[in-house]
Structure formats: C-alpha cells, structure tokens
C-alpha cells in the first residue's frame, strides 16, 4: 500500500549481473546522477548495481530510464516510496567488491537466482500457515538485529546476526531446525534475501524461496498483514510503517551504525 504522492520520489533496486567495467560505469552514473540533482547512493561491483535514489518524480523515472537503455539493467524493478524531503544528504557513487557483502564467492546470483515468491503469494501463506502444497511455511529474516528490532513478520526466525557475512555461519548452526519446511528469506529489498536462498539451497535445503523485492515490495503490494511494526532503511528516514510513509515512532537515523548507511538492503 503506498501513501499519497509527496513532492519527493524515493526508489531502490538492484540487478545482479557481470559488471566488467563497473569503475567506468560508475563514472558515468555519478555524472548523471549529480546533472539531474539527484541524492543518494549507487553501489557497483563485478556482481551487480544496487540503487538508493531520492529527488524529484520526473528526474528519478529518467534517471531510471536511461539506465535501462543498457541492456544489463533492461530489468530492473524499482520498488518506490514517497517523502516530504529528500532524505540523503549528498550523491555517492561506490565501486566495491560485492554488492552486499557475504564473503562467499561461490555465491554467484547473475549465475542463477534461488525461486522467489511474490508477496501476494506470501500473504496468502501466512494466513494459512501452509504453502500451496500443504507445508509448513517458515519466514528467516536475513537483516542485522537492529534492523529486526524496528519491525518483522510475524513469528519470524531471527539469529541475531550483527552484519550479513555473518548468515553463513548462522544458517550451518540452525539449518537443522529448517528441514521439512517451506523457508521463505526476506530482507528490506531483496538483495540480502537473495544471496541468502541461494546459499540454503546449496546447503541442501530443497524447500527455499526469497521474498521478491522484500519488505518494501510486500508493503507496496499488500496490506502489510502478518507485519509488526516497521521496516527499518538506511536513510533519514529511518523507519518507515507498512503504507510506506516515515514511522514518527521509528528509530532515528542518528542512532544508526553509519557504517552501514546506504549499503545494505
């Protein structure tokens, strides 16, 4: 569900896919990012692009568009909130090693993407309890726990993990208690979510999909049933509730690890 339109337009997204020359794309992305005045961060590595972007509607949709003219990105599927002001403070574009670290590289998502569901989908399950072939439907969440605090589906697992490289380590010690059941990862947006069911499956679990688009699309699409509380982002604005609108109840960004600011979601 999506609040009124406020003059301010903000997207996320990402696209895992061979990035040989991310070093000159990011050149080229950071001027046009900063001639349409827009604000945010854009994160580049030989895996993929993710996308944090704020400004005003028609600059972001022709940022987007244009970046879709490169067949690499023909694909991408901007999940969209709205905001009073913009909530990034300058343009940052970034060239990394991994587009969300894991530290495991035989994880290769551009090689083959674990199966997703859509949220409809999910929200269907969670009412139920039970996949469409009557399993048990089980949700992970694959954030850091000061994300899970501000908010999680309801009954989630949550191990406590203070940064992503730590999941492969966590999911060995619990994968046990995952067998026979329907897991569905999430994260803000995917892009953790993602890593995250490619690695349960090549650890052997046969039950396992990703939350398409993450929290963020599951509040875009649905009621936000079967959701307590917020969805922590790493923005000023913080934490925003299921019609997509900034939590005043939301943990302020002030307090968030900076270091994890705009690169994770």
Known sequence: MTVAAQPVLNI????????????????VLRARARAADLKGTILLAQEGINVFLAGPEQAVRGFVAALKQDARFADLAPKESWSATVP???MLVKVKREIIRMDHPAIQPAQGRAPSVDPVTLRRWLTTG??????????LDTRNAFE?????FEGAI???????????????????????????????????CEKAAILMREEGLPHVYQLEGGILKYFELTDGAHYQGGCFVFDDRAVLAPDLAADPNGKRAGTTPRAHIATTM
């Open 12 to 27: 996320s997204c990402y696209q895992f896919v061979p990035l040989p020359d991310a070093a000159a794309l990011g050149d």
């Open 88 to 90: 990034f403070r300058k």
């Open 130 to 139: 039970r996949d469409d072939e009557g399993r048990e439907v089980v949700t």
């Open 148 to 152: 899970v605090d501000a908010g999680t």
């Open 158 to 192: 949550d191990w406590r993990i203070g940064k992503f490289t730590e999941f492969p380590a966590a999911l060995r010690a619990h994968k046990a208690e995952l067998h026979n059941k329907t897991v569905v990862s999430f994260c803000t947006g995917g892009i953790r």
